[in-house]
């Protein structure tokens, strides 16, 4: 679907967002910057060190979303530029990774043990060794690369094109004391500038559903990897129950791209194809949200009250609503602010009814190997 098509589907659900409003937000970027965001973002540094930061977090990303550069759709409204989208879109998804990672999880589960484990599957199907040379494709912050190299005790190294991310992930590393085996690179994960069969093993979580083209991701991956060695990833796509000429279907697909930032999501069909073509031995594959006890939605469904995803939930929403409208109107947000916090809440509207509809899963899983 086009991004001019999916704008107009999601234009009946609230997904859109004025151009004026948001060229007034570019127009007091360097004010905005130099005062409220430096500001907030102190105010962050102290939430993060005491596991409170959720929902400042989301607003600093509102807050730098409606200050992005924006080309034109149509007379009235605006799409982000691809890479712009990519790289807020991913800073927005590490920033609040403590409450909405979308994993397999057991009933009595906490939601930090769920998401080790997550990682742990991950590193263990790859069967990686200590010493090993493993790459992480697009790594966010590094929060899996921490965990999985201390838990496999080898060396990661993430490649992202965020500068900030890297260098808040940077800080990360020293303090978890792992800076002598972890490190980033910043780069485009299309255009890797890594040496061929240069790796031990390669794993990408919710990071390559982002690439334009899964064929030119995976041969790149491809390359770098060493031969006889595996690549992991979980990946978002439509399932087998989705259907193009559903309406619905397109308005919940729409969303999930827009407000998240992907290009036309692949399904999980698609995804295999792209996998074998780039060279790749498929060695198994299968969607882990079929079977999971309790559903990978749940901490944004606003009919599930939780305490440790307060934000995500009805009440923590309308805090959250009315906590925007207040900065903007103080001035330390910018015009369009609330129009884009509502956007993304569209997002997670989406993203909740495309798992109820078992459309879309964010848990597709395989494990690929390149071939002696």
């Not at 679907?1 to 127009?27: Q, R």
């Not at 309790?294 to 469904?301: E, N, S, T, V």
């Amino acid at each position: 679907m086009s991004k001019a098509g999916a704008f107009d589907l999601a234009s009946g659900l609230g997904g859109k967002i004025e151009k004026d409003d948001v060229l007034s937000a570019v127009d007091n970027h360097f004010v905005c910057s130099n005062t409220g965001m430096k500001s907030i973002m102190r105010v962050l540094e102290v939430w993060r060190k005491t596991e409170r930061l959720t929902t400042l977090t989301w607003l600093t990303n509102i807050m730098i979303l409606s200050q992005a550069s924006t080309s034109m759709v149509g007379e009235n409204h605006f799409i982000l530029p691809q890479e712009t989208c990519h790289n807020l879109c991913s800073t927005f998804s590490s920033t609040i990774n403590r409450t909405f990672i979308p994993h397999h999880r057991w009933k009595g589960e906490s939601l930090r043990e769920s998401i080790k484990r997550h990682e742990h599957f991950l590193a263990l199907q790859l069967g990686l060794k200590p010493g090993q040379k493993v790459l992480d494709v697009g790594c966010g912050i590094g929060g899996p690369l921490r965990e999985i190299a201390r838990f496999s005790s080898t060396s990661v190294m993430g490649i992202n094109n965020n500068e900030y991310q890297i260098t808040r992930g940077k800080v990360l590393n020293r303090v978890a004391g792992v800076e002598r085996t972890c490190d980033f690179t910043k780069a485009d994960f299309m255009k890797m500038p890594f040496p061929e069969n240069n790796f031990d093993a390669v794993y990408a979580i919710e990071a390559t559903c982002h690439a334009p083209d899964a064929v030119g991701c995976y041969k790149e991956i491809f390359r770098v990897l060493k031969p006889g060695q595996s690549f992991a990833a979980y990946e978002w796509c439509m399932t087998d129950a989705f259907d193009p000429n559903n309406q619905e279907h397109q308005k919940i697909k729409a969303e999930i791209e827009i407000g998240d930032g992907l290009p036309d999501i692949r399904s999980t069909r698609q995804c295999l194809a792209a996998l074998k073509e780039a060279g790749f031995e498929v060695i198994w594959e299968q969607d882990l949200a079929k079977d999971s006890p309790l559903p990978w939605y749940l901490p944004l469904d606003t009919s599930h009250f939780s305490l440790s995803s307060f934000r995500l939930t009805a009440a923590g929403r309308f805090f959250t609503k009315n906590m925007v409208m207040a900065l903007e109107y103080i001035g330390l947000a910018p015009k369009g602010s609330q129009r884009v916090q509502s956007f993304l809440e569209k997002a997670a509207e989406g993203l909740v009814a495309g798992g109820k509809k078992e459309i879309f899963t964010p848990l597709y899983f395989f494990l690929a190997r390149k071939p002696q």
